[in-house]
C-alpha cells in the first residue's frame, strides 16, 4: 500500500473509533461540549466507515473549494446557529450565489458533510445543487446517512465518509471533529457550527458559519494550517477571519 494510502485507511479507522466513542457520552464528560449526533446517525456512519475506501484528494489545492453543513432547506438550522438569514430560501440563495462567485466549471467543491437535515432537502434543491459549477465530493455528515435522510440525496461526483489531503501539512478531512488528530496533521472539519472547535492549532472549522456563507479554497486553509503547525498565533473570531490574516499578514 502506497504511503498516502496507507495514511488514509489509518485516519478513516481513527475516525471509525472515535465514532463509536460518541455512542459512550461518559468519554465526553470533561469536555464543555458534547458533540450532537443520533445515535442511529453514528451507527450509519460507522458502518460506512468499514465499507468504503478511504480517499486520497491529489487534486490541486488552487482547483478545491471546502465548506461544511449547508443545512439547506431548514429553518430550525436558522434559528438554532442564530444564521442571518429570515427564511430558508432566503439562506439558500446566498449560499448558491456564494458558491457560483468563487467555484469554476473545472474545480472540485468539497462538503464536509450535512448537505441538508431530514426531511427538508427538495426537488428544487437538487437541482441547485445540480447547476452549481464543478465537480461535487461529499464527506458524509451525520445527516446525510439513512435511516434518518434515506431520500432525496445530491448528485456528486464522490462520496468519502474520510479524506485525507497530503500537503505541507497532510489535511485530515472529517465532518466531527477528531478527538485525536495524526501526527503532522491539521484536522478541517465541520459539524459544530458556530463553536470553537477542540483545539486552535490542530483543528480548522469549516462550517458556512464559520466561514461567512461562502466556501474556501483549500490553498487558503493548507496555508492557515501551515502557520498553526509552525505554532504561530492566529487570532479571529472565526475561520474566515484567521483566513484573511494569514493572507494578508501570513503569506
Same mark, same amino acid.
Given at each position: 500500500?502506497? #504511503?498516502?494510502?496507507?495514511?488514509?485507511?489509518?485516519l478513516?479507522?481513527?475516525?471509525?473509533?472515535?465514532?463509536?466513542?460518541?455512542?459512550?457520552?461518559?468519554?465526553?464528560?470533561?469536555?464543555?461540549?458534547t458533540?450532537?449526533?443520533?445515535?442511529?446517525?453514528?451507527?450509519?456512519?460507522i /458502518?460506512?466507515?468499514?465499507?468504503?475506501s478511504?480517499?486520497?484528494?491529489?487534486?490541486?489545492?488552487?482547483?478545491?473549494?471546502i465548506?461544511?453543513?449547508?443545512?439547506?432547506?431548514?429553518? #430550525?438550522?436558522?434559528?438554532?446557529?442564530?444564521r442571518?438569514? +429570515?427564511?430558508?430560501?432566503?439562506?439558500?440563495?446566498?449560499?448558491?450565489?456564494?458558491w /457560483?462567485?468563487?467555484? +469554476?466549471?473545472?474545480?472540485?467543491?468539497?462538503?464536509?458533510?450535512?448537505?441538508?437535515?431530514?426531511?427538508?432537502?427538495?426537488?428544487?434543491?437538487?437541482?441547485?445543487?445540480?447547476?452549481?459549477?464543478?465537480?461535487?465530493?461529499?464527506?458524509? #455528515?451525520?445527516?446525510?446517512?439513512?435511516?434518518?435522510?434515506?431520500?432525496?440525496?445530491?448528485a456528486?461526483? /464522490?462520496?468519502?465518509?474520510?479524506?485525507?489531503?497530503?500537503?505541507?501539512?497532510?489535511?485530515?478531512?472529517?465532518?466531527?471533529?477528531?478527538?485525536?488528530?495524526?501526527?503532522?496533521?491539521?484536522?478541517?472539519?465541520?459539524?459544530?457550527?458556530?463553536?470553537?472547535?477542540?483545539? /486552535?492549532?490542530?483543528?480548522?472549522?469549516?462550517?458556512?458559519?464559520?466561514?461567512?456563507?461562502?466556501?474556501?479554497?483549500?490553498?487558503?486553509?493548507?496555508?492557515?494550517?501551515?502557520?498553526?503547525?509552525? #505554532?504561530r498565533?492566529?487570532?479571529?473570531?472565526?475561520?474566515?477571519?484567521?483566513?484573511?490574516?494569514?493572507?494578508?499578514?501570513?503569506?
Amino acid at each position: 500500500m502506497r #504511503g498516502h494510502e496507507a495514511a488514509a485507511a489509518r485516519l478513516q479507522r481513527l475516525y471509525a473509533e472515535e465514532l463509536l466513542l460518541l455512542l459512550r457520552p461518559e468519554v465526553y464528560a470533561s469536555m464543555d461540549e458534547t458533540p450532537s449526533v443520533d445515535e442511529r446517525q453514528v451507527r450509519s456512519l460507522i /458502518r460506512h466507515a468499514r465499507e468504503r475506501s478511504p480517499i486520497v484528494c491529489e487534486v490541486p489545492d488552487e482547483t478545491i473549494w471546502i465548506w461544511s453543513d449547508l443545512h439547506l432547506g431548514d429553518m #430550525g438550522t436558522i434559528r438554532a446557529f442564530d444564521r442571518p438569514f +429570515e427564511k430558508p430560501y432566503e439562506m439558500d440563495h446566498v449560499l448558491l450565489e456564494a458558491w /457560483r462567485k468563487e467555484a +469554476e466549471a473545472d474545480d472540485t467543491t468539497i462538503c464536509l458533510g450535512d448537505v441538508s437535515v431530514d426531511g427538508c432537502l427538495q426537488e428544487h434543491h437538487q437541482e441547485w445543487w445540480e447547476q452549481a459549477p464543478g465537480a461535487k465530493w461529499l464527506v458524509l #455528515g451525520n445527516h446525510d446517512v439513512d435511516p434518518v435522510n434515506e431520500q432525496r440525496q445530491v448528485a456528486v461526483q /464522490r462520496t468519502a465518509v474520510t479524506v485525507f489531503a497530503p500537503g505541507d501539512p497532510p489535511l485530515a478531512l472529517t465532518h466531527v471533529p477528531l478527538m485525536q488528530v495524526p501526527h503532522g496533521c491539521v484536522n478541517v472539519h465541520g459539524h459544530i457550527h458556530n463553536q470553537a472547535s477542540p483545539t /486552535r492549532h490542530r483543528h480548522i472549522n469549516v462550517t458556512v458559519e464559520h466561514l461567512r456563507y461562502r466556501p474556501a479554497r483549500l490553498s487558503d486553509i493548507r496555508r492557515l494550517a501551515r502557520r498553526l503547525l509552525e #505554532g504561530r498565533d492566529v487570532p479571529g473570531r472565526n475561520t474566515r477571519e484567521r483566513l484573511d490574516i494569514v493572507a494578508a499578514t501570513m503569506p
